[in-house]
T-cell receptor, first 108, second 118 residues
Framework: DAKTTQPNSMESNEEEPVHLPCNHS???????IHWYRQLPSQGPEYVIH???SNVNNRMASLAIAEDRKSSTLILHRATLRDAAVYYC?????????FGPGTRLSVLP | DVKVTQSSRYLVKRTGEKVFLECVQD?????MFWYRQDPGLGLRLIYF???????EKGDIPEGYSVSREKKERFSLILESASTNQTSMYLC?????????????????FGSGTRLTVV
């Protein structure tokens, strides 16, 4: 399975943008890039996914490098409710494997 | 909204007991998954299923089995519970077809079952 690498933790101030990086240098042409987040005491929650082009939805934006070896999840204005563990995952077919993720702290 | 419902939020069982964890989804999804989550180890895939009566082993299937008799229900079975199976168990479902037609959403997780084996 292709692997992803993320920083263990990041901090952000409330109402500022947050850029969460993910490296996936062994990505294959058919892997989709998914992002999930897990709030305390809850199951993971889908955030966004993409293949080659940048993607936007109501929760976040996903910027994918031209060579697809890295991507960045962008939260445009962090709130205290965005404090969570964020997972970047490569998905092919039915199986997807979680790494340790990035723990995001949001400071008031 | 898609709902994935896990039958119990908290469960305490004795060593050696047979334990059933139930998961039901209401969106006619083909794919269903069972993970366990432990501090420092993250989420690890136990089993998954992409169709009724189909199952595939994940990374840590030992000590577990699964059942998928109906499309909406995916059960995780601990044949003889042991203390090292104390964990948070998470079920997920989604529609990620093998023909590579991509739906505009990801997988949906349940809220989890925290199982303690004593």
């Amino acid at each position: 399975d292709a692997k992803t690498t993320q920083p263990n933790s990041m901090e952000s101030n409330e109402e500022e943008p947050v850029h969460l990086p993910c490296n996936h240098s062994t990505i294959s042409g058919t892997d989709y890039i998914h992002w999930y987040r897990q709030l305390p005491s809850q199951g993971p929650e889908y955030v966004i996914h993409g293949l080659t082009s940048n993607v936007n939805n109501r929760m976040a934006s996903l910027a994918i490098a031209e060579d697809r070896k890295s991507s960045t999840l962008i939260l445009h204005r962090a709130t205290l409710r965005d404090a969570a563990v964020y997972y970047c995952i490569l998905v092919y077919g039915q199986n997807f494997v979680f790494g340790p993720g990035t723990r995001l702290s949001v400071l008031p | 909204d898609v709902k994935v419902t896990q039958s119990s939020r908290y469960l305490v069982k004795r060593t050696g007991e047979k334990v059933f964890l139930e998961c039901v989804q209401d969106m006619d999804h083909e794919n269903m998954f069972w993970y366990r989550q432990d501090p420092g180890l993250g989420l690890r895939l136990i089993y998954f299923s992409y169709d009724v009566k189909m199952k595939e082993k994940g990374d840590i299937p030992e000590g577990y089995s699964v059942s998928r008799e109906k499309k909406e229900r995916f059960s995780l079975i601990l044949e003889s519970a042991s203390t090292n199976q104390t964990s948070m168990y998470l079920c997920a479902s989604g529609c990620w077809p093998r023909d590579r037609v991509v739906p505009n959403y990801g997988y949906t997780f349940g809220s989890g079952t925290r199982l303690t084996v004593v």
